[in-house]
């Protein structure tokens, strides 16, 4: 079991974090956010967590609340990120935005898998590869396969989102990935019943969460199912990453699955994701596993 952290995100930085909070620089602006597994001390001052920080999110209820702004913090900016494999070269754009629901559209721990994916796609050996993004949020993962060559499927079951991820293809100079707004699921059994094949699939599903007509997905009750389905839609040649994050999810939970439905492999990796604090903490923020057959 492995534990992964980014190691050259630039535009990213965890400053320090505890008492169920974190202090991040996105680009050149600083945020204080919840942060349900930092249940240690801080340890820099309140007093230095305020100097730093350009806007804190206050909760007003499990899943909703408000962002207290300082000077001339904007709505929306933009951070970057760059891939170097080999000797092939490429960046992508994102657009952040403060949501009420306390994300600014960007997952940084995952920085790990979208280099993963970037170098897997250059590793198949095929023309034209294809990949399913599933649960694929503001869309960093399909960015990463479009700026490795391959044809990307895009899906999301709420509409906004696939908005907001279809600007982060036009910031960053690409085109001409496929949108889809479904449930995740019934897409999936879809696509086996045609008999289509992916050279790549990326899965990030959520705890739980709802298809855009009142589908329902629970992580734990659903994921055994969904993986034994993506199993039937992986060509001969091909990379997988599952990415879950839940409180209290194990990745030997994910290790035992992935043994029961897919054959060995000895590229197979399983273990966690963290983010490193400047401070000096290791903040975990997910489990994984990923495999290419190349």
Same mark, same amino acid.
């Given at each position: 079991?492995r534990?992964?952290?980014?190691?050259?995100?630039a535009?990213?930085? &965890?400053?320090?974090?505890?008492?169920?909070e974190? &202090?991040e620089?996105?680009?050149?602006?600083?945020?204080?956010r919840p942060?349900?597994?930092?249940? @240690?001390?801080?340890k /820099?001052?309140?007093?230095?967590?305020?100097?730093?920080?350009?806007?804190?999110?206050?909760?007003?209820?499990?899943?909703?609340?408000?962002w207290?702004?300082?000077?001339? *913090?904007p709505d929306? @900016?933009?951070?970057?990120?760059?891939?170097?494999?080999?000797?092939?070269?490429?960046g992508i754009? &994102?657009?952040?935005?403060?949501?009420?629901? #306390?994300?600014?559209?960007?997952?940084?721990?995952?920085?790990?898998?979208?280099? !993963?994916? !970037?170098?897997?796609?250059?590793?198949?050996?095929? $023309?034209?590869?294809?990949?399913?993004?599933?649960?694929a949020?503001?869309?960093?993962?399909?960015?990463?396969?479009?700026?490795?060559?391959?044809d990307v499927?895009?899906?999301?079951?709420?509409?906004?989102?696939? =908005?907001?991820?279809?600007?982060?293809m036009?910031l960053?100079?690409?085109?001409n990935?496929? @949108?889809?707004?479904?449930?995740?699921?019934?897409?999936?059994?879809?696509e086996?019943?045609?008999?289509?094949?992916?050279?790549?699939?990326?899965l990030? $599903?959520?705890?739980?969460?709802?298809?855009?007509?009142?589908? =329902?997905?629970? /992580?734990?009750?659903?994921?055994?199912? *969904? *993986?034994?389905?993506?199993?039937?839609?992986?060509? #001969?040649?091909?990379?997988?990453?599952?990415?879950?994050?839940s409180?209290?999810?194990?990745?030997?939970?994910?290790?035992?699955?992935?043994?029961t439905?897919f054959?060995k492999? #000895?590229n197979?990796?399983?273990?966690?994701?963290?983010?490193?604090?400047? =401070?000096?903490?290791? /903040?975990?923020?997910?489990?994984?596993?990923?495999?290419?057959t190349?």
């Amino acid at each position: 079991m492995r534990l992964l952290c980014p190691e050259n995100f630039a535009d990213y930085e &965890l400053i320090d974090c505890g008492n169920f909070e974190k &202090l991040e620089r996105f680009g050149k602006y600083v945020t204080i956010r919840p942060e349900p597994q930092a249940i @240690w001390n801080k340890k /820099l001052s309140e007093k230095d967590w305020e100097k730093k920080a350009d806007v804190r999110f206050v909760s007003k209820s499990s899943s909703a609340g408000m962002w207290q702004k300082k000077g001339n *913090m904007p709505d929306q @900016w933009t951070i970057n990120y760059s891939f170097n494999h080999l000797n092939h070269k490429a960046g992508i754009t &994102l657009r952040l935005g403060l949501t009420s629901f #306390k994300h600014v559209g960007v997952f940084p721990e995952q920085a790990v898998n979208w280099d !993963f994916i !970037f170098k897997s796609i250059k590793k198949i050996n095929h $023309p034209n590869p294809k990949v399913l993004n599933l649960f694929a949020y503001t869309g960093a993962a399909s960015l990463a396969s479009k700026a490795a060559g391959a044809d990307v499927v895009h899906l999301d079951s709420i509409k906004q989102v696939v =908005s907001w991820a279809r600007q982060n293809m036009e910031l960053s100079n690409l085109d001409n990935i496929r @949108w889809l707004v479904e449930d995740a699921m019934t897409f999936v059994n879809r696509e086996v019943k045609r008999g289509n094949k992916y050279q790549g699939i990326i899965l990030d $599903p959520p705890a739980y969460g709802h298809g855009p007509d009142g589908e =329902s997905w629970k /992580l734990e009750n659903m994921i055994n199912d *969904m *993986m034994g389905q993506v199993k039937k839609l992986l060509d #001969k040649e091909h990379f997988l990453v599952l990415n879950t994050y839940s409180l209290g999810f194990s990745a030997l939970l994910i290790e035992n699955m992935m043994d029961t439905i897919f054959d060995k492999n #000895k590229n197979r990796e399983f273990g966690e994701i963290y983010l490193p604090s400047t =401070s000096g903490f290791k /903040l975990p923020l997910g489990v994984y596993s990923r495999y290419v057959t190349s």
